[in-house]
């Protein structure tokens, strides 16, 4: 089961996932972001620790999220990043415009 909690502190909003980023949770992930963001959220990060899959649906959620912060001159990154999961957006090239980083 995947899960997800949304801390807000100032204008950013910190999204910790429990399980996969995957098509099953991105349609209530994104109207929770969507809630965030026109709140006046500026930076979102999304915290990838303890999450193995990365399917098309979580990645097209996260560029979502990257251009409108970008609209606003807003900023997202992605921490906690499996080396799977980096591999995977390195070879799609979206580790620098997704400020992608691995686990510690």
Do not use: H, W
Request: neutral net charge; charged residues 20%.
């Amino acid at each position: 089961m995947t899960s997800y909690t949304i801390k807000s502190a100032d204008q950013e909003c910190r999204v910790a996932l429990e399980g996969d980023l995957t098509a099953s949770l991105v349609p209530d992930l994104q109207a929770a972001l969507k809630q965030q963001l026109e709140q006046g959220t500026s930076t979102v990060v999304f915290d990838l620790e303890k999450t193995a899959v990365l399917d098309s649906s979580g990645i097209g959620l996260m560029i979502a999220v990257s251009n409108t912060l970008a609209k606003r001159q807003g900023r997202m990154r992605v921490c906690g990043v499996s080396k799977d999961i980096l591999q995977l957006l390195q070879s799609m090239r979206l580790v620098a415009r997704l400020n992608a980083s691995g686990r510690e």
